[in-house]
Nanobody, 124 residues
Framework: QVQLVESGGGLVQPGGSLRLSCKVAGRAFSFYSMGWYRQAPGKQRELVAFITPSSIADYVDSVKGRFTVSRDNDADTMYLQMNSLKPEDTAVYYC??????????????????WGQGTQVTVSS
């Protein structure tokens, strides 16, 4: 059974930065494309950052130039560096697998379960 443990969230002022981590256990992490997802109150969960096993990355337009996804396959861990944060980035952030697709809207996937997520709040 897969275990996904997200950490690193918190309260930050607009313009600030956070670095999220995602530790994966129970799956051959290095074989999977992975993604960072977020869910804001009253909204559907969306895939915001995508990374292939070889670290080719892609992002939704709303975070391009501000967020950077990376991974350490030896440590079964993925990261999300978030800079220039905005109030609209406030959400619970989750990690899970993703899949190859022509664009971000077609890459969402999952291992069949989700972790607890980590809350990111951007507010002055």
């Amino acid at each position: 059974q897969v275990q996904l443990v997200e950490s690193g969230g918190g309260l930050v002022q607009p313009g600030g930065s956070l670095r999220l981590s995602c530790k994966v256990a129970g799956r051959a992490f290095s074989f999977y494309s992975m993604g960072w997802y977020r869910q804001a109150p009253g909204k559907q969960r969306e895939l915001v950052a995508f990374i292939t096993p070889s670290s080719i990355a892609d992002y939704v337009d709303s975070v391009k130039g501000r967020f950077t996804v990376s991974r350490d396959n030896d440590a079964d861990t993925m990261y999300l560096q978030m800079n220039s944060l905005k109030p609209e980035d406030t959400a619970v952030y989750y990690c899970n697998r993703a899949q190859l697709g022509s664009d971000m809207s077609s890459r969402a996937s999952d291992f069949g379960s989700w972790g607890q997520g980590t809350q990111v709040t951007v507010s002055s």
